[in-house]
């Protein structure tokens, strides 16, 4: 399956916020554009949900079950290790959230339509 450059781009948007490290929005709009940041900004969080579990002192991969110590190594890890997975949800998410709008507008056409 061919991956879009953006999901690309957002992997590593999903493992900084996984990470506990600062994301801007200016981060997330360059990559996605202003229109569409509250959407992408909650996949983000979802995403980071799945793939992290804040253990006592450690930051633990739910990917492969890692532990790590510091957000930097975590981080890391999931950009090294993980960049395609996240990708590859991060893609399908984004694929899905489109067709959802596109059934969404043509069901309003088809009432306007009436």
């Known amino acids: 399956m061919k991956r879009s450059s953006r999901a690309e781009r957002l992997s590593a948007i999903v493992s900084t916020y996984a990470s506990g490290l600062k994301v801007e929005d200016n981060d997330i709009i360059s990559i996605i554009g202003e229109n569409r940041l509250e959407e992408i900004r909650s996949l983000i969080e979802n995403i980071s949900l799945l793939i992290?579990?804040?253990?006592?002192?450690?930051?633990?991969c739910k990917l492969?079950?890692?532990?790590?110590s510091t957000k930097r190594g975590f981080y890391f890890?999931?950009?090294?290790?993980h960049s395609k997975e996240i990708a590859e949800v991060l893609d399908r998410e984004i694929k899905e959230e489109r067709k959802k709008r596109r059934e969404k507008r043509n069901?309003?056409?088809?009432?306007?339509?009436k």
């Open 107 to 113: 069901r309003k056409q088809k009432e306007k339509s």
């Open 52 to 60: 992290v579990d804040r253990e006592e002192k450690n930051l633990r």
């Open 77 to 81: 890890h999931l950009t090294r290790a």
């Open 64 to 68: 492969c079950g890692k532990s790590f």
